[in-house]
């Protein structure tokens, strides 16, 4: 059975421009999140997404959004890249929330965006 | 969310029992424990989890306090693939994982 895969695998891009990952879950699961990994930092949760709804948002501001798509496929975007948001991004997925409540999360492999 | 307190770091020696501590004197009724752990540069991958019983797969135990307000991960046969970062985790079950600083486990040949 795949895995959760995400791309791209490694990303530079330049302050103030716009980025946008992207994560397939493991088939069957409708739950995903992502986080931010930044150097030296813990994770630190940004969205969740179920079945296609936005469920709960981390502290980040407004230029970090996403979407979930109906085969439950994911994008995070990044507006207005800052120097800081060179980070390590993961993805997760796991079964409906609305069903296994005690679901553990499976992490993809991430995407390491470098901003410079 | 209830907060885990976690030693910053530990070693074992490869082939012993690697026992690995977290506090979460805060823990509620419905709260499960949760253990993931990173390898460098690669995503979290879950260990295991429990909620009162002690729990045992392939992986690892979890031996969870009467009271609940402690657990201890065990790896029973330490190898250097385990070296990593661990990471306790108490909540509910539908909520968001919350990661905190975890305790860096280094297994030594």
């Known amino acids: 059975e795949a895995g959760v895969t995400q791309s791209p695998t490694h990303l530079i891009k330049t302050r103030g421009q716009q980025v946008t990952l992207r994560c397939s879950p493991i088939?069957?699961?409708?739950?995903v999140y992502w986080y931010q990994q930044a150097l030296g930092l813990g994770l630190q949760f940004l969205l969740w997404y179920d079945e296609g709804e936005e469920r709960n948002r981390g502290n980040f501001p407004p230029r970090f959004s996403g979407r979930q798509f109906p085969n439950y496929s994911s994008e995070l975007n990044v507006n207005a890249l800052e120097l800081e948001d060179s980070a390590l991004y993961l993805c997760a997925s796991s079964p409906s929330q609305t069903s296994h409540v005690k679901g553990e999360q499976f992490f993809g492999p991430g995407t390491r965006l470098t901003v410079l | 969310d209830a907060k885990t307190t976690q030693p910053t770091s530990m070693d074992c020696a490869e082939g012993r029992a690697a026992n690995l501590p977290c506090n979460h004197s805060t823990i509620s009724g419905n709260e499960y424990v949760y253990w993931y752990r990173q390898i460098h540069s690669q995503g979290p991958q879950y260990i295991i989890h429990?909620?009162?019983n002690n729990e045992t797969n392939e992986m690892a135990s979890l031996i969870i306090t009467e009271d609940r307000k402690s657990s201890t991960l065990i790896l029973p046969h330490a190898t250097l693939r385990d070296t990593a970062v661990y990471y306790c985790?108490?909540?509910?079950?539908?909520?968001?994982?919350?990661f905190g600083t975890g305790t860096r486990l280094t297994i030594i040949p």
């Open positions: 429990g909620l009162k």
């Open positions: 985790i108490v909540r509910r079950g539908n909520e968001k994982l919350t």
């Open positions: 088939s069957g699961h409708t739950s």
